[in-house]
């Protein structure tokens, strides 16, 4: 079934400029995504957008070699149109095509491949008179076809070449269905606002009754939010225990959090055999007085360099069994208190456990953490994936193929997708199609660690650009920034000073908070009801009217399975 927000047709935006409406042809966003590999490759989106020739039903029209590729236009027995680079010396050697690129665009981008013999990684790359610009990669095996989907901007007008390249330069390099679609800003705002007012909003209609159960026209209404219902927030350290001006800047702010390091193994069992959970313990306790939730990171750390050196000691059994140990320990304690578990984090790049243990040691994790707590969510959460095409051991295809393992483990567990966000300057067309990439395993998507390389204008300017992708994307389910705060500094953003006045990104994060946290105010109709465009949440409905001596204060919860409609009444 084809969700609401999938649905590619065309639709008008307004601007609003010099106080006059514009209305603007729009070409919506398409957000599909597969990671099936088939025997023939299905249509180029958007037609193939500025591609000239995308299915190469011209033969090789348009399309030329990139280095010294032989390319040559073949036909399968079932009539599908493709093109080969063969003989192929080097991983850029292939087939190419010369486009006009613009700098005030975005430009979605994809591709069906193949290869000849085995798999290999291809990448897709723009040449621009600026260098060279990775906008996707996916792992293409040979008889069927897979599909990349990717994006970038550039950051001057003019002529680009988009090629691909692959790492085993001895490989064929099949081509077809490609598109490469261009949108403007406003077109790109637009594909916000359309998903936003899908997914994270709801029209609620309201009815004010009297005494007697008859509409009351003319009473004064307010509708406040008392908590978002888009979980939003940031990772904190023990530092917020012993400091009442963070614990205020935190708590006012933010409805979840990650604890920066405090609930790792190498806090709580710094000497083997004795354990402490004092600190997270206080932590936890703080936050569940504020209605804070916390996700829990992490069960176990698979990069070998995060590992305490009594744990490298140990031999394979004793490993085992300290293992077994930590995680009955750790999850026991805090089950039915944290929402979720980072199992065993970044097992898409590391493999320490797996060195040590064997191959399954991540998929019995999942297990045994399920085994103790059935209710918690469990994340894969890694690195690069999102942030950057150009890590060939994080793409899409390969952290869901490592996803894909783990839940056929565990297929009753409540899984999910952690993607940690580590951002230097963002490709917002790029970010989006991994989103669309990731959405294909239909389960809850999480930025994890958001943040970006520094607090200054520039900085905030990215931080705002990711939230907005984040939040808007449909298969988004929450968002957590890695911005613990500590006067020395922070891991690489602060959102605040020593005396929590905001840094540029603090600010930023601030001012989404209050658009996304909407409320309304105003008088009812004749007969008694008012409508309302609300953000998904908790909040609170006060009426007022002159047969009434006091106000009438009612609680209302908005998301995609509430009532729309809502009939309350004004107690005398």
């Known amino acids: 079934m084809t969700a609401p927000w999938q649905k590619a047709a065309f639709f008008l935006f307004v601007l609003i400029l010099g106080g006059q409406a514009i209305f603007v042809n729009s070409v919506p966003y398409d957000y599909s995504a597969t990671t099936e590999c088939l025997a023939e490759p299905l249509k180029p989106q958007y037609g193939g957008g500025i591609i000239v020739n995308p299915e190469f039903e011209k033969r090789l029209d348009g399309w030329t070699s990139f280095g010294y590729a032989n390319v040559a236009h073949k036909v399968s027995k079932s009539g599908n149109r493709f093109s080969v680079a063969h003989d192929r010396s080097v991983p850029h050697h292939s087939v190419s095509q010369k486009v006009h690129l613009e700098k005030d665009k975005l430009y979605t981008l994809s591709a069906w491949l193949q290869v000849d013999k085995g798999t290999a990684d291809v990448r897709a790359v723009v040449k621009t008179p600026n260098g060279f610009i990775a906008a996707g990669a996916i792992e293409a095996k040979a008889s069927c076809w897979s599909m990349l ?26 081509v077809d269905s490609v598109s490469l679609q261009p949108f403007t800003l406003d077109e790109w705002r637009s594909h916000h606002n359309s998903t936003i007012n ?15 159960g008859k509409p009351l026209a003319g009473a004064k209404f307010t509708v406040y939010p008392i908590r978002p219902g888009f979980p939003f927030g940031t990772a904190i350290n023990q530092g917020i225990l012993w ?17 920066e390091n405090e609930m790792k193994w190498y806090s709580t069992e710094q000497t083997r055999g004795h354990e402490d959970y004092s600190v997270a313990d206080a932590m936890l306790a703080f936050v569940q007085k504020h209605g804070v939730h916390v996700r829990g990171h992490n069960v176990f750390w698979n990069d ?33 208190q944290v929402i979720a578990w980072d199992v065993n984090n970044e097992n898409v790049h590391f493999n320490f456990f797996e060195s040590r243990l064997g191959q399954d040691a991540s998929k019995i994790f999942y297990q045994e953490v399920h085994r103790i707590d059935p ?9 690069n994936t999102l942030e950057e095409p150009g890590d060939w051991n994080a793409t899409p295809d390969k952290y869901l193929k490592m996803f894909h393992q783990i839940r056929a483990g565990v297929p009753n567990a409540k899984m999910a997708i952690g993607l940690e966000s580590h951002f230097n300057v963002p490709n917002i067309p790029y970010m ?55 006067p020395n500094g922070c891991y690489r953003m602060c959102l605040t000073n020593n005396l929590f006045q905001n840094f540029p990104v603090g600010h930023t994060v601030d001012s989404l908070i209050r658009e996304w946290n909407t409320h309304s105010y105003g008088t009812t109709a004749k007969d008694g009801s008012f409508q309302v465009h609300l953000s998904h949440g908790e ?18 919860k908005v998301d995609a399975g509430s009532h729309h409609e809502h009939k309350l009444q004004i107690q005398h």
């Open 149 to 174: 989907k990717g994006g970038l901007t550039v950051n001057i007008s003019g002529p680009a070449e988009l090629y691909f390249e692959s790492n085993n330069s001895t490989s064929e390099i099949w």
């Open 198 to 212: 899908q997914v994270r909003k709801k029209m609620v209609s309201v009815t004010a009754l009297d005494a007697k």
């Open 243 to 259: 400091n009442p001006e963070y614990q205020k800047w935190f708590a006012n702010r933010f409805t979840v959090t990650t604890f």
């Open 304 to 336: 070998p360099n995060t590992q305490m050196n009594w744990v490298k000691w140990l031999n394979n059994w004793e490993l085992q069994q300290a293992a077994t140990r930590r995680l009955n320990s750790v999850v026991s304690r805090y089950k039915n």
């Open 375 to 383: 209710n918690v969510v469990l994340f894969l959460n890694d690195y």
């Open 432 to 486: 989006r199609s991994v989103l669309d990439q990731m959405a294909s395993a239909g389960v809850p998507i999480w930025l994890t660690e958001l943040d970006v390389a520094g607090t200054d204008p520039i900085q905030a300017n990215y931080l705002e650009q990711i939230l907005r992708e984040g939040y808007s994307h449909p298969a988004v389910q929450g968002i957590v920034m890695w911005a613990s705060w500590t």
């Open 539 to 556: 909040y609170e409905v006060r009426f007022e009217h002159p047969s009434v001596n006091s106000s009438s204060v009612h609680k209302i």
